[in-house]
């Protein structure tokens, strides 16, 4: 299964747009995330207009995260007149759209995935900020298994116990470039840390706060493939 990234920026980085992901299975579209900058990225996409579903899985509610997801929502339902799911562990994500005005009757919210045809997205809650909780998910589609932290400080002990297990095949982490001394976000100093080189092509920085994707190859981690700028 191939996750294509919408982006690899941080909030405060547009210039790379936001560090969403989508992919398509069994006739459904799924987007991990939709921040300010991704519907304007998806909306003539044809693996969007030809899916029979879509289902966009949040991690938290951030701009960068959720920002054009009411507009998501209006088109699948008075443009493309398809069916959209919202999944997240708390309504938070339905007061939200309440506010914005998005009726609820114009998507299925859903706390957890139906896992069904070998898809499942398991949430696992992490640190990123006091006044939200947030979730990373280990995703599984057929023989595949990943996890997308979201927005998240450090790589949770279970998810970092399964990937050296091979139990889980890749992880995207959001990676800053320099520690501050409030973290909100995974350093590249920590996954340095963390992984040998031999194991660090399976480890794929996201959420850049500045274009550093030279030296993260430089020390061996992955980079994900993006949806091009034309579409």
């Given at each position: 299964?191939?996750?294509?990234?919408?982006?690899?920026?941080?909030?405060?980085?547009?210039?790379?747009?936001?560090?969403?992901a989508c992919?398509?299975?069994?006739?459904?579209?799924?987007?991990?995330?939709?921040?300010?900058?991704?519907?304007?990225?998806?909306?003539?996409?044809?693996?969007?207009?030809?899916?029979?579903?879509?289902?966009?899985?949040?991690?938290?509610?951030?701009?960068?995260?959720?920002?054009?997801?009411?507009?998501?929502?209006?088109?699948?339902?008075?443009?493309?007149?398809?069916?959209?799911?919202?999944?997240?562990?708390?309504?938070?994500?339905?007061?939200?759209?309440?506010?914005?005005?998005?009726?609820?009757?114009?998507?299925?919210?859903?706390?957890?995935?139906?896992?069904?045809?070998?898809?499942?997205?398991?949430?696992?809650?992490?640190?990123?900020?006091?006044?939200?909780?947030?979730?990373?998910?280990i995703?599984?589609?057929?023989?595949?298994?990943f996890?997308?932290?979201?927005?998240?400080?450090?790589?949770?002990?279970?998810?970092?116990?399964?990937?050296?297990?091979?139990?889980?095949?890749?992880?995207?982490?959001?990676?800053?470039?320099?520690?501050?001394?409030?973290?909100?976000?995974?350093?590249?100093?920590?996954?340095?840390?963390?992984?040998?080189?031999?194991?660090?092509?399976?480890?794929?920085?996201?959420?850049?706060?500045?274009?550093?994707?030279?030296?993260?190859?430089?020390?061996?981690?992955?980079?994900?493939?993006?949806?091009?700028?034309?579409?």
């Amino acid at each position: 299964m191939d996750l294509t990234f919408l982006g690899t920026g941080a909030a405060f980085n547009p210039a790379m747009d936001n560090s969403n992901a989508c992919f398509s299975q069994n006739g459904e579209f799924f987007l991990l995330d939709c921040g300010e900058s991704t519907f304007g990225r998806i909306w003539n996409l044809p693996e969007l207009l030809s899916a029979t579903r879509i289902s966009v899985v949040v991690t938290h509610l951030h701009c960068d995260h959720v920002g054009s997801l009411g507009s998501l929502v209006s088109y699948c339902r008075y443009v493309l007149d398809k069916p959209i799911r919202i999944v997240h562990p708390l309504d938070t994500v339905v007061q939200l759209l309440d506010l914005m005005g998005i009726e609820r009757s114009n998507y299925e919210y859903l706390p957890l995935y139906p896992q069904h045809d070998g898809i499942s997205f398991e949430p696992i809650e992490v640190e990123h900020v006091e006044n939200m909780r947030c979730f990373g998910y280990i995703v599984t589609t057929g023989d595949t298994r990943f996890y997308y932290s979201g927005d998240s400080t450090s790589i949770p002990n279970t998810v970092l116990q399964q990937f050296l297990e091979n139990k889980i095949e890749r992880i995207y982490q959001d990676t800053s470039l320099h520690a501050s001394d409030h973290p909100t976000h995974g350093t590249l100093e920590e996954l340095e840390r963390l992984f040998v080189k031999s194991e660090r092509n399976r480890v794929f920085c996201i959420h850049l706060d500045s274009d550093f994707r030279s030296v993260l190859k430089e020390k061996g981690f992955g980079l994900v493939p993006l949806l091009p700028k034309s579409v």
